[in-house]
């Protein structure tokens, strides 16, 4: 199997919905239409609170998904504030995100083989054995008892998921 330019979108909408919810797909949606997005006229085009938009923008910035820019209004010739999208950082950005869910799933992993995983078979919520401690080995969700997790099951699950993303990062990495 062989990733496109396409897939490169679809995983960044997902990746970014999974962050910043509805909004943050309206914003990249719109992104992807249009190119960039105006500072000056995010009121009026977007269907997202200003406020909320600019920390959004701000953020993918960070992650170099989009970069400041200045656009020259057409028909006023106002010069305006923009932010481009720019699509060649999508691939690092999902890089970095599959790396850091890696590193996630990684830690889990080993707490689990350790036997420093608490869980709770009320809600099934897991928790650090420092957090147990924390919480006096009862859970602040029901106040169920915290047993110890250890679960080989759970252990090949976890390792099966980190295989899937290795194959994923590889995939990507060869594009
Ligand atoms: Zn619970």
Request: proline residues 3%; contains cysteine; negative net charge.
């Amino acid at each position: 199997m062989e990733l496109q330019d396409n897939d490169l979108i679809d995983m960044s909408a997902m990746i970014i919905e999974n962050m910043f919810g509805e909004p943050g797909r309206k914003i990249f949606e719109y992104l992807l239409k249009n190119g960039y997005i105006a500072e000056e006229r995010i009121a009026t085009t977007l269907d997202v609170r200003s406020n909320e938009a600019r920390k959004i923008l701000q953020k993918l910035s960070d992650e170099a998904v989009v970069i400041p820019d200045r656009v020259k209004d057409e028909e006023t010739g106002e010069v305006l504030h923009s932010w481009r999208l720019n699509k060649p950082a999508l691939k690092t950005f999902i890089l970095n995100r599959l790396k850091k869910t890696r590193e996630k799933l990684e830690v889990l992993a080993r707490h689990e083989r350790e036997g420093t995983l608490y869980i709770c078979k009320t809600c099934n919520r897991r928790y650090l054995l420092d957090e147990a401690y924390a919480y006096g080995f009862q859970c602040p969700n029901d106040g169920d008892l915290l047993v110890e997790a250890n679960n080989p099951a759970v252990v090949k699950l976890i390792e099966e998921s980190i295989k899937k993303i290795d194959v994923l990062i590889s995939m990507i990495e060869r594009m």
